[in-house]
């Protein structure tokens, strides 16, 4: 049986991120920033152990769109920030099992 899963990640500026357990970035897919923080999930057995909710992340700053007028095309012009957590690794430990 093999390992599969994902790395749920922030970067210094606090752009959420996923990438596959196989492929280790280091920089952020948005802006280019180092990696931050990280936290694996188990999908192993399609039950997602270790996944913190985007939700339990604080939002520094909510995303931003432009809506184009002519065509109603709505782009993203700023994404959402989240404070790192300190430490690496999984923070919400004590409630891990709870979502």
């Avoid at 990438?19 to 970035?25: A, E, F, L, P």
């Avoid at 300190?86 to 099992?97: L, S």
Wanted: net charge positive; glycine share 8%; charged share 25%.
């Amino acid at each position: 049986m093999s390992y599969e899963g994902y790395v749920q990640a922030l970067c210094k500026v606090g752009h959420y991120n996923t990438y596959d357990c196989y492929s280790r970035q280091s920089k952020c897919c948005i802006c280019q920033e180092l990696i931050a923080w990280e936290n694996e999930v188990d999908e192993t057995n399609c039950d997602s152990v270790g996944k913190i909710p985007l939700g339990k992340f604080k939002i520094i700053s909510k995303e931003k769109t432009e809506t184009c007028k002519c065509c109603g095309h709505v782009k993203v012009v700023e994404h959402t920030k989240y404070a790192v957590p300190k430490g690496k690794g999984h923070p919400f430990v004590e409630d891990r099992y709870a979502y």
